[in-house]
């Protein structure tokens, strides 16, 4: 064999060893060749594409309200009261930076800005929740047995409203009167006119308003939008949106704590104000089930449209700036979820909706048999004539299958289950020659955006790409960092009150346009009759006028 | 000089087509390293938090746990980002080869343990098909050959500043 080290010992290092030395470095040059080429082709195809729109950009003033950046610099402590501390009310006091000492800290908590708040004031009907607060308070917290004492105090700049929806409307009304800034949970209002109710009274107070759609953070949405303001789907017609869940919490059967009673009642834990609870609905004798899993009924819930549409809706109307549909029709029914026991052990400790049935589970005594009346299976069309659209939203409680939200255009369709797709269509004119030359792939998107994944790049393998934080509920990018969202839509609201700005990433007018779409939903399925609004008159009307007895479900 | 006649020995019995073959592999590596890691660097918004979030596997608990470290990811990040540039530069040039080789061999078995192809493992899909043997350990295995069979030395700038 040759000695091929070619080592000249003489003479130290000499040009031969030098030139061995060097012998790979060439192909440097050409990975920078082949970079430039690569980075010069990727944007001229993403400019190609950008190009191809046919609006100028910038005409949906809900880009700039994303971009928002707090003015003031005063960081005065802002005082805060909670309205209604069950499952959402802790999870918006943990993304705010209250949570009891025994609890771990939320995810992503220790990297953000903190938001310089006390919690002042507590209201809630259910005791254990009222004492979770104080403890998550540090102690600073006061309880009030009614919102409107609560609402009364100097210590109390803004509140935060999660209680059921029957009492958004009536509490943030209140509070706008009483001059306190209101961050309220979706869905707005659980009546028609208590939509028109709260937004006079939020303009007329001028506080700052925020409607819980945290999910207008997620990053996703810039992306979207720009798609849909450079007009690059061509004319979008169709709009397909949908939930689906399949456990018997995602359908609302939460779980009834062993120590439960009426304030009422002679004896037993007592811990249940439920005459303040049935105040402004229905009267009827304590059940724990319309208490606990109030979602289910119409006494105090707005179904499936108020509860679960308005996530997918309200983004919807963000992106595309749509504001009230012209008409629902809706259909729906009690499919799967239509009686449920709520059982115990064998030695009486309370089993959560969805554990596994041990041998020798009972019914408990405590709880009635739960049968609902808001539908599990439910869809709803949307008419925007001037718009040429129509947007269909379908769900179901019985099936967890993923179906995306979906925007299909006359050039292009975008997808946002996973992040952000584009795809050009097969019979686009547009984007014929780049299908053509190779630019654009029909089983590929033409252009791709992932929430997470940044450039779609996670590690060493191309793996990658795959996973994501679904539909972005729960976190989104920013900085490179995973961040809770629902923490980002209290940042905002917050922000907006040191600002002394109204206009906060949803607000009051955002807000209204929800809840009457939701009802106009909601309406369709109840009353069985096309919803019509009619934008002029800011009034609701019905193709088919429903009898006063069919009226009388609504109230 | 007992070194460098050792390493000259060992060298020696190379035939063209052995070196030829190693150097490549060392710098298709090399290439591969540095792509990753200069998209990385350049790439806005990318992060490795999710990557960790959503690894499978035995360790899932341990990736998940630094994943949702905010200060943990940054150091992540920049460890990734930086260490497979420098690492492929290395590779590609023959600078500090066995240094980059060995480090090139950790993150690659990383890789693989975050997102291993093992059965009944719920791993992360890609393209293709895999049943434990993945890429990522075939990749592992290949840099284990290069600091078994050094080629720096000879084709690359190794020969100027190691052991002279």
Redesign the interface.
Known sequence: ???????D?RS??GRR??L??????P??GA?GLS?YKKEALDRASREEVLQLGNRPSGTNPNITKRNYKRAASANDTINIGIIGCGGRGKSLMRSAGFWPPDEEAP??H??QEKLNLKLTAVCDLFQPSVDWAIKASGGTAKFYPTYQELLEQSDVDAVVIATSDHYHAPVAIAAANAGKHVYVEKCMTKKFEEAFQVREAVKKAGIVFQLGHQNRNSDRYDSAMEVIDKGMLGEVTLIQCYTNRNSRNGAWVYDIPKEHGPKSAPSGPRNVDWDQYVSNTVQRPYDPNRFFRWRCFWDYGTGLSGDLLTHELDVINMVMNLGIPTTAVASGGIYYHKEYTTLMTANGDPLDSDDPVPQGALPRPDVPVMRRDVPDVFQVTYEWPDRNLTVVYNATLSSEHERGQIYLGSEATMDLTNGVDVFADPQSQRYAELIKSGKARLNEPMISYRT????G????????S????SKGLLYT?R????VDITYLHIKNWIDHIRDNNTNTMCNIDDGFQEAITAHMGTYAFRLGTRVRWDAENQQIKFDSQPSESAQQVLV | MAT?ETL?GM??????AQ?FFL?CM??II???????G???VT?????????L??APGPFAGIFSTL?????M??GI?II?SWG?TLIG?AL???LFTRTALVGAAV??FL?YI??PPWIGVQ?????GSYMIV???LV?FSAALVLLAFPSG????????FVK?
């Not at chain 1, 900085?479 to 995973?482: A, F, K, N, S, V």
């Not at chain 2, 060298?11 to 063209?16: A, D, S």
């Open positions: 064999m040759a000695d091929n080290t070619g080592r010992n130290g290092v060893d030098f061995k030395a060097a012998a790979t470095t192909v440097l990975f970079l995810r992503g220790e990297g997470v994944a940044g450039k790049i996670e590690a060493i393998t191309s793996a990658t795959q996973w994501t934080i990018l900085e490179g960092r995973l | 460098e000259n060298l020696k019995k190379y035939t063209g070196l150097t060392r710098v090399g290439w591969h390293f540095l792509y990753e200069y998209v990385k790439g806005e918004g990318w992060s490795s938090a999710g990557y979030n959503a994943g949702h470290s905010a200060w990811v940054g990040n990734m497979l530069l590609i040039l023959g993150f690659l890789f975050t997102n791993f992360m899909a890609g393209e993945n890429k990522n990749e030395q000879i084709w690359g700038f190794d020969r100027l002279q």
